[in-house]
């Protein structure tokens, strides 16, 4: 049974930063596609970043790019969101998903694109 778990969530002010991992468990990670998404309070879950599964490309949504970084330590098992320069508007819940085998020329942005999610890890920034 697969199982992706989330953590590295919490509290920060605006300008700090928050490094998430996903951790998977039941499935070698390495040949997955690795996606990042958030739900905001009282908003539909939406698309942060992705990175294939040999890393070398990586996709943002405009609104974190330049300030949220994807990375990957295959070896591990797990994936990373550093997140800098947080704002308010950041203030969500953030699920890891993968998908099994994904390509490594195309970029996965949509949530029906994954086959495994977490559970989530509240990130909440204070102004």
């Known amino acids: 049974q697969v199982q992706l778990v989330e953590s590295g969530g919490g509290l920060v002010q605006a300008g700090g930063s928050l490094k998430l991992s996903c951790t998977a468990s039941?499935?070698?990670?390495?040949?997955?596609?690795v996606g990042w998404f958030r739900q905001p309070p009282g908003k539909e879950r939406e698309f942060v970043a992705t990175?294939?599964?040999?890393?070398?490309?990586?996709y943002y949504a405009d609104s974190v790019k330049g300030r949220f970084t994807i990375a990957r330590d295959n070896a591990k098992n797990t994936v990373y969101l550093q997140m800098n320069t947080l704002k308010p508007e950041d203030t969500a819940v953030y699920y890891c998903?993968?998908?099994?085998?994904?390509?490594?020329?195309?970029?996965?942005?949509?949530?029906?694109?994954?086959?495994?999610w977490g559970q989530g890890t509240q990130v909440t920034v204070s102004s």
């Open positions: 990175i294939t599964w040999s890393s070398d490309r990586t």
């Open positions: 039941g499935r070698t990670f390495s040949s997955d596609a």
């Open positions: 998903a993968a998908r099994a085998y994904g390509s490594s020329y195309y970029y996965y942005t949509r949530d029906v694109d994954y086959d495994y």
